[in-house]
């Protein structure tokens, strides 16, 4: 909700530009690839997912990058909306395992 | 969130005050999760249960536990709440229609003021 968005770092975007979200990850050993995005009180929803063995995935708008030579995923969404505003999460899945590790998120502002 | 459902959304409670937190889906997945998110941080592993009848500690366990109900049910439960777990609450359910079938489905929240 808003209280978690108050001190994460911001991108601000005009309305119809592209947006480009940086994520770096901890785990070598990580072979799955989230990115969820969170509304203002509401839960994280997702967007796309992506495997270690792929460098790039696209979906409806959206694109994932992933570099695994430097840890290193990103989120492109082009031509950016207001209803994209929100803030966008990564999550790092180990195959095997249990646990989600997620990334401290970035708030996006569509500027209209 | 289609699937998982949280109580309360919203609750306040005073230091000592002990509380549960209810998580239910109905997805038939195996793995339940609760997290906290707190601002500037990311969401941070409480607890989880892999199957019906096992429950792991996560990151951050101290001053809760957990209870698998059955397949459906994990609650959360506060003994003796502080004001550092003020936080929102978020329980999910991985094995979703996502490419790879991980995506967790997360409920809607629960906004925990301990005052």
């Known amino acids: 909700g808003e209280s978690v968005g108050l001190h994460l770092p911001t991108l601000s975007v005009q309305e119809g530009d592209n947006s480009i979200i940086n994520c770096a990850y901890s785990?070598?050993?990580?072979?799955?690839f989230i990115w969820y995005k969170q509304e203002s009180g509401k839960g994280p929803q997702f967007i796309i997912d992506i495997r270690s063995n792929m460098d790039k995935r696209q979906g409806q708008r959206v694109t994932v990058l992933l570099n695994k030579t430097v840890k290193h995923l990103s989120l492109q969404i082009a031509a950016t909306q207001p209803g994209d505003s929100a803030v966008y999460f990564c999550?790092?899945?180990?195959?095997?395992?249990?646990?989600?590790?997620f990334g401290t998120g970035t708030r996006l502002k569509v500027l209209a | 969130n289609a699937g998982v459902t949280q109580t309360p959304k919203f609750q306040v409670l005073k230091t000592g005050q002990s509380m549960t937190l209810q998580c239910a889906q109905d997805m038939n997945h195996n793995s339940m999760y609760w997290y906290r998110q707190d601002p500037g941080m990311g969401l941070r592993l409480i607890y989880y249960?892999?199957?019906?009848?096992?429950?792991d500690k996560g990151e951050v366990p101290n001053g809760y536990n957990v209870s698998r109900l059955n397949k459906r049910e994990f609650s959360l439960r506060l003994e003796s709440a502080a004001p550092s777990q003020t936080s929102v609450y978020f329980c999910a359910s991985p094995g979703g229609t996502g490419t790879f079938g991980a995506e967790a489905f997360f409920g809607q929240g629960t906004r925990l003021t301990v005052v």
């Open positions: 999550a790092e899945i180990t195959s095997g395992t249990y646990k989600y590790i």
């Open positions: 785990n070598s050993a990580s072979d799955y």
């Open positions: 249960s892999a199957s019906e009848g096992t429950t």
